[in-house]
């Protein structure tokens, strides 16, 4: 990891009740490359939104973060993006 970034990737869900389940999966898989990981999604008392976002702050190595990406865009109805901050 280099110390003198900041990496995060924003994973939009479009259809959380068809693909939570394979999301999770993945995520599980890199865990150990998850620092931080904030989900969010519109819910009310009478609404839950079928779409959500997820925020993931990302450690270890570049390509695992790349691989991570892949995987999750493979996923119909999921869009996974690389946010890298240079320090």
Known sequence: MNENQIRL???LIKERQNVATQVQ?????????IKTRLGMH???DDKCAPHGLIILE???EADE???LEEDLNALSGVEAKNI???L
């Open 65 to 67: 973060m790349l691989k």
């Open 25 to 33: 999966e993945i995520l599980t898989e890199y865990g150990c490359s």
């Open 84 to 86: 890298t901050f240079d």
């Open 58 to 60: 990302l450690t270890g």
């Open 42 to 44: 519109e819910a009310t």
């Open 9 to 11: 990737m924003g994973v």
